[in-house]
C-alpha cells in the first residue's frame, strides 16, 4: 500500500449522468493504493441534480467522501482552485467528472512519486472531434513559447504534491483555463520535480463539454497573454530590481 494519502479531487457542473459512477470508481479505486484517502467533489454550483447526488453520497460515507458547494458557477478556474484550495491529503489528483478518465490509471501515477512532486498525466490519443484537438494544439504551443512550459500536456489529470499547491498563490480568471498552466509555471519557479505518463482518454459518457464554449477560448487565449505579461514580464522586472537592489 502506499505510504502517503491521496486526495481525489472532482470538479462537478451539471454531471448527474456521470458523478455517481465517477465517486464510486475513485473511492474503489483509493482503496486499493492507500488506507488514508479522500473524495473531494466540488459542485460547481450544478443545477440538474447534481448537488443532491452528491450529497446523498457524503451521507453515506462521510469519512471518505467531502462536498465543496459554489452557490453559483465559478468557472473552469474557479471550480479547480476549490479543488485544490480544500484538498487535505498529501497527494491531490484532478480528475473530471465526465467518464473521459479511467481513474484506476492513478495506479500509474504512484510509482513516479518517489522522484517527483507534480506528475502529468497526457492523452495518448484525443477522443474528441478536430476542432478540440485543433484548440488544444494551439494552447499547448502557447504555454510552450510564452511560458516555457515543455511538458508534452497540461490540460488532462495531474497528481500534485499539496505541498506544492499551498504555496501557489492562484491569479488566473476563474473563467479561463489558464489555471493550469499558472500553476505548473509556479512550481516550476519553486523548483518543483515533474514527471509525465501516457493516459487513455475516452468520449464523454454524457452532458455536454464544458470547455468547448467560444467565449470561454476566447478568455483562455486572452488571459494567457495577460498573465505572460504578469509572470514574466513584470516577474522579470521584479527579479533584476531585486538583484541590482
Known amino acids: 500500500m502506499f505510504a502517503e494519502s491521496i486526495t481525489i479531487a472532482i470538479p462537478a457542473y451539471d454531471e448527474a449522468e456521470t458523478i455517481v459512477d465517477v465517486v464510486n470508481e ?11 484517502y479522500e ?5 460547481d454550483g450544478s443545477t440538474d441534480g447534481t448537488s443532491a ?8 460515507d462521510r469519512e ?3 462536498v465543496i458547494h459554489h452557490e453559483q458557477n465559478r468557472g473552469f478556474a474557479g471550480a479547480i482552485k476549490s479543488c485544490y484550495g480544500n484538498a487535505s491529503k498529501d497527494w491531490v489528483f484532478l480528475a473530471p467528472a465526465d467518464k473521459q478518465v479511467d481513474i484506476s490509471e492513478l495506479n500509474n501515477f504512484i510509482p513516479l512519486t518517489q522522484n517527483a512532486d507534480i ?7 484525443r477522443a474528441e472531434p478536430f476542432y478540440r484537438s485543433l484548440n488544444s494544439f494551439l494552447f499547448h504551443s502557447l504555454c510552450r513559447i510564452l511560458f516555457g512550459i515543455r511538458l508534452k500536456q497540461i490540460s488532462t489529470s495531474k497528481l500534485y504534491r499539496r505541498r506544492i499547491l499551498q504555496s501557489i498563490t492562484i491569479e488566473a480568471s476563474p473563467s479561463s483555463a489558464m489555471i493550469e498552466p499558472e500553476v505548473i509555471y509556479k512550481a ?3 523548483g518543483a520535480r515533474f514527471a509525465e505518463v501516457g493516459m487513455h482518454h475516452y468520449p464523454r459518457a454524457a452532458g455536454r463539454p464544458k470547455g468547448s464554449n467560444p ?4 478568455r483562455t487565449f486572452r488571459e494567457m497573454f495577460r498573465m505572460w505579461w504578469i509572470l514574466r514580464v513584470k516577474g522579470m522586472d521584479r527579479l533584476e ?4 537592489a
Open 64 to 66: 471518505h467522501i467531502r
Open 215 to 218: 467565449m470561454m477560448i476566447v
Open 26 to 36: 475513485a473511492r474503489t479505486v483509493l482503496q486499493g493504493i492507500t488506507n488514508d
Open 188 to 190: 516550476m519557479r519553486l
Open 53 to 60: 447526488l452528491v450529497d446523498e453520497m457524503r451521507a453515506q
Open 119 to 125: 506528475i502529468v498525466g497526457y492523452r495518448l490519443y
Open 241 to 244: 530590481s531585486k538583484s541590482t
Open 39 to 43: 473524495v473531494l467533489v466540488v459542485d
